[in-house]
């Protein structure tokens, strides 16, 4: 090639991997967590425990009512007992302020974040699962949790 000659050079679209795809959808659409809930009242019902590894799995084959097991939708802040109303539910609450165990619920999977709650012990917390849906919002994009959980025994006493 000899000085002043001209070189063409042609570009081809570059086809994106799948990878590359999923990757800029992702930072593109918000990915808002996901809950899936079991309502406690019906574990008796079906002879399940709390302590059982395939409670959700169970309960995802027995045919139960939307308001008893399903999966909710929970934008990034909003407490989780605000998005099941907003899915016409009508779960356990009192004072919505994290001063009762009405809305108790007990998580299985993930992590929820609450804001000053007062009345649940340490070892309620970190050990049992016990969360409190009025001032709790999902931390992790997946959370599983046992709602209702305000008839277990230990519950009771703050019960309203
Ligand atoms: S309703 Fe009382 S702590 Fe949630």
Redesign the pocket.
Known sequence: MRSGDVVRVRLYPVQASEQQVLTRRAATFHVMPTVEYLNYEVLDDHGWDMEDDDLFEKAADAGLDDEDYGELEVNHGEYI?EAAEAQGYDWP???????????AAIITEGEIHMDMQQ?LSTEEVDERGVR????GSPETEEVQIVYNAKHLDYLQNRVI
Do not use: H
């Not at 609450?93 to 809305?103: E, L, P, V, Y």
């Not at 409190?132 to 001032?135: A, G, S, V």
């Open positions: 007992l609450f009192s004072c919505r302020a994290g001063a009762c165990a009405n809305c009345i409190l849906t009025c001032i």
